[in-house]
């Protein structure tokens, strides 16, 4: 207001001035008249420059206070995210050391049902061999020792699910113990060999490196590996397709114990599912054939606790080629073994 009354003043000096100076005043001499309208004609412009700098510094002013407020309402924004994200991440580590738990009590429940499961099965397993090997005399019909033959053969596979879960069990909760001895390979390649029974309808190939050293590992987990992989190969192999197994030294020193099949394969995308565990792949080839899915984790989760490698290569219709590298460490000679 004050700066408005004063701009209309020096307005109307400005005004009178130039009145003057055209045409004269009783007042002021013309010079002087001169002078003074063009002091306030300058003044006058001067009054429209501050107010003009004035009425920007007052928006200026204006910005500045609407800028605080909303960095103010930004910060209180901040804040109030900060600390949904902190609640958000403490119920996460809730969410998460729940999970932990539920985990290991899954295991451990697991593991005791695995061993209660299995007294009965043992015994399961125990009488149906007297039965079909007719140790107190005979039946009396043949079709009570085929009838005992599937007992146990039936009572065989269960109590091998049952044990795959137990391992599984104690590797997941980190009880699986290894006891390495010096383990000769030919030997325990042709064991899992026998054991697998991969040459009754396949052709059978074992690819044994001359002068192998003896392998430092845990000789039932061994050979559980290479069983494991031999009866997988045989699984989805077509009968009189080709099963190889073999044994060799790297550059590095390490062993590689290896098991290759011409089944049916496994696709690119589908590995992971087939090494996860619990988890089948969804192929009709690998539907037809009965298990828990646990074969190849339960490999690569030991050969891991042997500090070795498992790699898998799989094409779909050209077969799976599975390799357990065990490190240097592993390889011992002739004199060290002894």
């Known amino acids: 207001m004050r700066l408005g009354l004063t701009l209309a003043g020096v307005l109307l000096l400005s005004v009178a001035g130039l009145l003057s100076v055209i045409h004269g005043s009783a007042v002021l001499p013309q010079g002087s008249a001169l002078v003074v309208g063009a002091i306030v004609f300058c003044s006058c412009i001067t009054g429209m420059l501050v107010a003009q700098i004035y009425t920007r510094y007052e928006r200026a002013e204006e910005t500045a206070g609407e800028l605080r407020q909303a960095n103010c309402d930004l910060e209180l924004l901040v804040t109030e995210r900060t ?37 009965p099965l043992n015994a399961i397993l125990g009488f149906s061999e007297i039965i ?52 000769a390979v030919k030997d325990l390649v042709e064991e899992a060999r026998e054991l697998s029974r991969a040459d009754a309808n396949h052709a059978l190939t074992l690819k044994i490196e001359d002068g192998l050293p003896t392998l430092y590992a845990d000789r039932r987990a061994t050979l559980q590996m290479m069983l494991n992989l031999l009866s997988n190969a045989v699984k989805f192999t077509p009968k009189g397709k080709a099963i190889a197994a073999s044994a060799t030294m790297r550059a590095d020193g390490g062993m590689t114990l290896a098991v290759r099949d011409s089944g049916c394969g496994i696709a690119k995308e589908d590995i992971p599912r087939a090494l996860a565990v619990y988890s089948q792949v969804d192929n009709p080839h690998v539907r037809r054939h009965d298990g828990t899915g646990l074969g190849l984790p339960i490999v690569q989760a030991l050969v891991k606790l042997h500090g070795g490698i498992f790699e898998l290569e799989s094409e779909v219709g050209r077969g799976t080629t599975v390799s357990l590298h065990f490190p240097s460490e592993r390889s011992l000679t002739a004199k060290v073994a002894a």
């Open 132 to 183: 079909e090997a007719q140790m107190y005399g005979p039946a009396g019909d043949t079709r009570y020792v085929d009838y005992a033959k599937h007992i146990h053969h039936s009572g065989a596979h269960l109590l091998s699910l049952i044990r795959e879960i137990l391992d599984l069990s104690k590797i997941e909760a980190g009880k699986m113990e290894l006891h390495c001895e010096a383990i």
């Open 83 to 119: 600390q949904r994200l902190s609640e958000k991440v403490v119920e996460l580590e809730h969410a998460r050391a729940a999970a932990v738990e539920a985990n290991a009590a899954k295991s451990r429940f697991l593991a005791t049902m695995s061993h209660e499961l299995r007294t």
